[in-house]
């Protein structure tokens, strides 16, 4: 049983690299390629910061990846009130 039946799976080079990238990432952080670095930098330079990270070894295809963190250029602040309620029965009386 189950001797007839050929399985195998076919993934392209994005998956491949994909997996790469997830593999060899940090968490809380945003890898992305050279090559969507430079398109991200090109259209949207003032708004991101990049930073260099590690060649990921593509070794299917022979090649080496640059790879880089990319950041917001500012960061958000998000202010949470202490006691919520006390301020919505301000605004409810």
């Known amino acids: 049983m189950g001797t007839d039946i050929v399985r195998y799976d076919i993934y392209g080079k994005d998956v491949y690299i994909a997996n790469k990238m997830e593999s060899n990432g940090l968490p809380g952080r945003v890898m992305i390629s050279e090559r969507t670095e430079n398109i991200v930098s090109a259209k949207f330079n003032k708004e991101f ?27 958000s602040i998000l202010f949470i009130p202490n006691k919520p309620e006390k301020d919505i029965n301000l605004c409810l009386n």
Not at 49 to 73: A, C, R, T
């Open 49 to 75: 910061i990049f930073e260099q990270n590690q060649e990921i070894d593509l070794p299917i295809f022979g090649e080496k990846m640059q790879s880089y963190f990319v950041y917001p250029q500012m960061q």
